[in-house]
């Protein structure tokens, strides 16, 4: 069960970056905006149920880390926007995310104790895996905007760390 949970994760965000209509490179920088942020409001929640639901205080240091930091950097994204008076942009691939989400959060719920501990784990590392990538690989060399690429390559270097905390902690987990 937890390891269909935490490929849910992986391959709703692969297959929305292969659909054939719908190509992530295609994206202009305000779309690319309203990913990432849906991306770290995901996490955010996903955090807040490991609050809500774990007893483990590695898997609770863990959540508030991604609730402190995803917010820091959605904080960010939204003061950068302002400033360019620019708005973020729905689009393909945001819903997707979204969708997938709500499918993650459902399966979450119905579990409890190392079940969802585990469960967890593995969703944030399967999770950061393939934002990153799709950051990293995709969006970074397709963004326009200077300071908006900037924002995106510190932003990596954060989630990236939180790849490398993750996988530590599936290992403790398992």
Not at 41 to 60: F, T
Not at 62 to 88: P, S, W, Y
Not at 113 to 136: C, M, P, Q, S, T
């Amino acid at each position: 069960m937890r390891k269909l949970l935490a490929s849910i994760a992986v391959t709703g965000i692969l297959f929305a970056t292969q659909a054939f209509a719908n190509d992530p490179a295609a994206l202009n920088d305000v779309e690319i905006a309203h990913v990432a942020y849906t991306a770290d409001n995901l996490d955010i929640r996903y955090a807040h149920l490991a609050l809500a639901k774990s007893k483990n205080p590695e898997v609770q240091k863990f959540a508030k880390t991604m609730i402190r930091d995803h917010e820091a950097v959605n904080e960010q994204a939204l003061a950068l926007l302002a400033k360019l008076g620019a708005e973020a942009k729905d689009n393909f691939l945001s819903q997707k995310l979204n969708e997938d989400g709500e499918a993650i959060i459902t399966k979450f719920s119905a579990l409890s104790g190392a079940e969802f501990d585990r469960a967890y784990a593995e969703n944030e590392l399967a999770y950061h895996k393939a934002v990153n990538g799709l950051v990293g690989d995709v969006f970074i060399p397709n963004i326009d905007n200077a300071e908006v690429k900037a924002l995106f390559v510190e932003g990596l270097k954060i989630f990236k760390a939180h790849e490398k905390h993750a996988e530590m902690m599936v290992k403790a987990l398992n």
